[in-house]
């Protein structure tokens, strides 16, 4: 369905995963060196996971597990940045732009603000955004 002009929409999005031996941790696209990474379907990234169901949310499309259901094989192990990108290009096929994303992320260890500035930069990048 094609957006609304000057339409403005929010989304909300959540996600959690907990940690395990043997993971990569991936937060933001970005691979963090860490004894645990986060234990999922795909490369588990929590943080591009909330942002795609914020996304999608928006959209009123429904969220990451329909697009990308973990019963099926093939998103096994799969960059979650794949999921943003469709959520995007979804909202692009909508007719719709997205302006701004901002994004949490709740963790005692690994420490994020050494991350913090790379992390901006690829979700950006993902979503073709300035950092700013």
């Known amino acids: 369905a094609r957006l609304r002009t000057r339409s403005t929409r929010t989304g909300m999005g ?3 995963h907990r940690l395990a031996d043997g993971e990569e941790l991936w937060l933001g696209g970005i691979r963090i060196p860490h004894a645990q990474g986060l234990l999922g379907h795909s490369d588990a990234d929590v943080a ?5 169901d914020a996304i999608l949310g928006a959209i009123a499309a429904g969220d990451i597990g329909q ?3 973990p019963s099926d094989l093939q998103w096994r192990g799969a960059p979650s940045s794949r999921f943003l990108e469709h959520a995007a290009s979804l909202v692009q096929a909508a007719g719709g732009r997205i302006e701004h994303v901002d994004l949490t992320i709740i963790c005692e260890a690994p420490k994020i603000g050494p991350y913090r500035e790379v992390i901006r930069a690829r979700i950006a990048e993902l979503l073709q955004l300035a950092p700013d």
């Open 67 to 69: 697009h990308f259901p």
């Open 48 to 52: 591009l996971h909330a942002l795609t």
């Open 14 to 16: 959540f996600d959690v």
